[in-house]
């Protein structure tokens, strides 16, 4: 374009400029994605990323791992935990595992050159937090102390003090009348169209389900929508017909209980195409909390029922940052940021953000 302003007998039609503008916005955006993956498994390939131990292997210690393994630019390398709990040896966490007991912090962190420690024990007595640090004193390694706190800190959340008291003010995170109705003129806007795709598709997955194992094509699960109301959850069959309905999902590759075509659908989401008939029945947001079952939302404490307020969704915080590296109960602090701070332009920037998730299928067994 440059050149054909200097040279004017050299004209372009307007179909060029068009293709072209199309072009450079959807490659260098892959381009970019695909670099960034690159370089993230050369840095850990390489063994270049900031060694941590994490102090606790209980849900604080796993959602601080999840967390450092998501870190948009900074490689961490997880070398274990540090646990007191006698029924945590050799306990793991995807990779990570317990490697010893509080006591042995100093000489853990000596022989791995540790370069940070992050004590993942919400109720740990202050004093024991002092006695660890003041252990390694000489070591040259940064300490964080996870807070009990973490994830009910909305973006909006205001700092203020009370004579020398920190005191956090939060964001209630109601919503207008207006902002329900704008979701579903949204959902209803998107999924419809996105709908042909799964009546164009539909028989040659049905055929490929069929020709691979016995059972239905449709795989149909009670699920606990908004306000504890149950529906029933729609997708393609992807286990062998006698696995129970209700059975943990697969957490790692090659669960015997996945078939092979289901394997391909779950690791491509495509299992999860026929959820949108469940948003366009009303059940399901394209964005909000993962729906859960009900044998789970049973065992809630009243704190944690605050999840069921807003309309399950396909996707959200937890696809985007975590997907199936914890159970879907496990991973509640995303659901209460997203209800916090919940809007059609942060709905907007999830749905974004799960595309390049769904291409590089990260965290889907």
């Known amino acids: 374009m440059s050149i054909s302003f200097i040279f004017r007998e ?3 039609a307007r179909s060029v400029v068009l293709v072209s503008s199309l072009s450079n916005l959807v490659f260098l955006g892959l381009s ?8 993230k498994k050369l840095k850990t ?22 967390k450092l393994q998501d870190h948009p630019t900074t490689t961490y390398r997880v070398v274990g935990f540090l646990d007191d709990n006698p029924d945590k040896k050799d306990f793991s966490i995807g990779k990570a595992r317990v490697i010893g007991r509080l006591d042995d912090i100093r000489k853990v962190i000596q022989s791995e050159q540790l370069e940070e420690v992050f004590v993942a024990i919400p109720n740990l007595p202050h004093a024991q ?23 009910v800190l909305a973006h909006e959340t205001r700092i203020e003090l009370l004579e020398d008291f920190p005191i956090f003010d939060l964001n209630s995170g109601r919503t207008d009348r207006s902002y329900q109705v704008a979701k579903r003129v949204f959902d209803l806007a998107l999924t419809l169209p996105v709908s042909l795709v799964f009546f164009l598709t539909y028989p040659l997955i049905a055929l490929a389900i069929r020709l691979d194992s016995k059972g239905p094509v449709i795989f149909r699960q009670e699920r606990v929508g908004q306000g504890g109301r149950g529906f029933i959850l729609y997708k393609y069959r992807t286990m062998s017909v006698d696995t129970s309905a209700y059975a943990e999902a697969p957490r790692q590759e090659g669960d015997s209980r996945v078939t ?9 989401s495509i299992d999860e195409i026929p959820n949108l008939l469940n948003v366009l029945k009303g059940d399901m947001s394209l964005v909000g909390p993962r729906p859960e ?11 944690q029922r ?4 807003v309309m399950p969704g396909l996707t959200g915080l937890w696809q985007i940052l975590g997907r199936k590296d914890l ?23 999830i749905l974004l953000r799960t595309i390049p998730v769904l291409l590089f299928t990260r965290g889907a067994y």
């Open 129 to 151: 937090i002092l006695r660890l640090v003041m252990e390694c004193e000489g070591l040259d390694v940064d300490f964080h102390i996870v807070s009990d706190l973490f994830g």
């Open 10 to 12: 050299m004209e372009f």
């Open 327 to 349: 159970p879907l109960h496990e991973n509640l602090e995303y659901d209460f940021y997203y209800i916090k701070n919940r809007s059609l332009l942060l709905d907007f920037t």
């Open 293 to 303: 079952m009900p044998f789970i939302v049973e065992k809630y404490q009243e704190w």
């Open 45 to 66: 390939d390489g063994g270049n990323g900031v060694k941590v131990l994490i102090v606790g292997a209980g849900y604080a210690g796993a959602r601080i791992l999840q």
């Open 260 to 268: 092979r075509v289901g394997r391909f659908l779950r690791k491509t």
């Open 32 to 39: 970019r994605a695909i670099f960034r993956r690159i370089e």
């Open 306 to 309: 605050k999840r069921l307020e």
